[in-house]
T-cell receptor, first 111, second 112 residues
Framework: SQQGEEDPQALSIQEGENATMNCSYKTSINNLQWYRQNSGRGLVHLIL?????REKHSGRLRVTLDTSKKSSSLLITASRAADTASYFCATDTSGYSTLTFGKGTMLLVSP | DAGITQSPRHKVTETGTPVTLRCHQTENHRYMYWYRQDPGHGLRLIHY???????DKGEVSDGYSVSRSKTEDFLLTLESATSSQTSVYFC???????????FGPGTRLTVL
């Protein structure tokens, strides 16, 4: 079963614009993580937010978590063409850090 | 980059043959995971390990087995490959429960 679901499925923007992706999940979590995947490559961890945190920043990334709504958002500010990739949210609900991934958002940033 | 490699990187095999994929890490991380990635499904957990000889099933474990005889290696075996197991397989590692995972480059497996 899919725990996290990203929205939108695809997003196309211009360089310099902000990109916002949303993730909804179904059950209680230990933490929520965001990963990036460039075409044909492995996943790269971007940011982790724990269940007792509401907002976290890392460089141009801002993640929010609303456990009452079971949702998270990833904001990429001042997007660059190099940000073009698929972005996945993943929820950690076990004691062994097993992750349940959403289907991802494909982000296209045009120069 | 985390020291994690997968072999082979590409494999084409025929239905009914056994296949073993290898994940090797140099980070001495306790946790190791096998995922498969298919269009429209994202990544799904097949099996995971929380220590040498300690493994458990994930969401899509049917048709797969794993072994971990030493910290650095986690093997995924398809006992009798089927076309539905055509996929990209990713290994991941994690040092502690509740921490991020580091992913390998993936193995593209095609079962004809």
């Amino acid at each position: 079963s899919q725990q996290g679901e990203e929205d939108p499925q695809a997003l196309s923007i211009q360089e310099g614009e902000n990109a916002t992706m949303n993730c909804s999940y179904k059950t209680s979590i230990n933490n929520l993580q965001w990963y990036r995947q460039n075409s044909g490559r492995g996943l790269v961890h971007l940011i982790l937010i724990r269940s007792n945190e509401r907002e976290k920043h890392s460089g141009r990334l801002r993640v929010t978590l609303d456990t009452s709504k079971k949702s998270s958002s990833l904001l990429i500010t001042a997007s660059r063409a190099a940000d073009t990739a698929s972005y996945f949210c993943a929820t950690d609900t076990s004691g062994y850090s097993t992750l349940t991934f959403g289907k991802g958002t494909m982000l296209l940033v045009s120069p | 980059d985390a020291g994690i490699t997968q072999s082979p990187r590409h494999k084409v095999t025929e239905t009914g043959t056994p296949v073993t994929l290898r994940c090797h890490q140099t980070e001495n991380h306790r946790y190791m995971y096998w995922y498969r990635q298919d269009p429209g499904h994202g990544l799904r957990l097949i099996h995971y390990s929380y220590g040498v000889k300690d493994t458990d099933k994930g969401e899509v474990s049917d048709g797969y087995s794993v072994s971990r005889s030493k910290t650095e290696d986690f093997l995924l075996t398809l006992e009798s490959a089927t076309s539905s197991q055509t996929s990209v397989y990713f290994c991941a590692i994690s040092g502690q429960s509740g921490n991020e995972q580091f992913f390998g480059p993936g193995t593209r497996l095609t079962v004809l």
